[in-house]
């Protein structure tokens, strides 16, 4: 069981990653969590430059690893949230509040809600409980999450001639965080839906993600590796990497 750790009320940034043909979705995301907390959309999708004056516009070539660092360039606030655009979710006036709330009770590096599809699914009778549906893991998912702002500052920006989709954020995300002594939780009385398939190569993917690991500091990778041996005990499918 995780110690209480209070602080001070933390300030919650959030940011959507929108890419072509979910146009409707981020802005209806956002909609929702501007309510909430300061959110901005990261757009990919080059057309909607003159459309969309309020967002932040890449080119159509961004994908998550451009996305991410654009979002960290822009962050300044104590809690990082992001969404993807694709994701599905009408609970954010409890997710998010429930969020600053277990971020000041528990030493916590990322906090997220559960994802119905996702390669990174746990047996959770194996899991350690925190609380009522709230879960320890060793690596989270990236479709929905909230990260210490210092986590987020200490991860080195992605170099996206190596690593463009992405894959590897979350895992250096949490050996960083287990490094610091932080926790990585799952909140199973949230789910966010989230469709099958993705825009891009799943191979191309995983080389550049294991790369992209490589590149990582030694005690990182290390810790990755560790965290990695976990994921594989208390994992309920096994079908995914």
Not at 100 to 112: C, Q, R
Not at 135 to 151: N, S
Request: with cysteine.
């Amino acid at each position: 069981m995780a110690k209480y750790f209070f602080k001070k009320r933390a300030k919650i940034q959030g940011f959507i990653f929108n890419w072509k043909r979910h146009e409707a979705s981020a802005s209806a995301l956002e909609n929702k969590i501007r309510e909430l907390i300061n959110v901005t959309v990261i757009n990919s999708e080059e057309r909607l430059g003159s459309d969309r004056p309020g967002w932040v516009h890449l080119d159509d070539s961004a994908y998550f690893s451009a996305q991410w660092n654009k979002a960290v360039e822009l962050f300044g606030a104590d809690i990082f949230f992001h969404i993807q655009a694709d994701a599905g979710f009408d609970q954010f006036n409890m997710l998010i509040p429930k969020a600053g709330l277990l971020f000041e009770k528990y030493k916590l590096g990322v906090y997220e809600p559960n994802v119905d599809y996702t390669d990174i699914k746990y047996d959770t009778s194996k899991l350690q409980s925190i609380d009522t549906g709230l879960f320890e893991v060793p690596f989270t998912d990236c479709t929905c999450w909230f990260i210490d702002g210092g986590i987020v500052r200490k991860l080195p920006p992605v170099d996206i001639s190596i690593n463009r989709y992405g894959w590897g954020i979350p895992r250096a995300i949490a050996s960083i965080s287990r490094l610091n002594g932080l926790l990585c939780l799952r909140d199973y009385n949230f789910t966010v839906t989230h469709p099958k398939g993705r825009g891009y190569s799943t191979t191309a993917a995983l080389g550049q993600g294991d790369a992209y690991i490589r590149s990582l500091k030694p005690a990182i990778r290390n810790e990755l590796t560790l965290l990695q041996k976990q994921r594989e005990l208390l994992r309920s499918d096994k079908n995914f990497r």
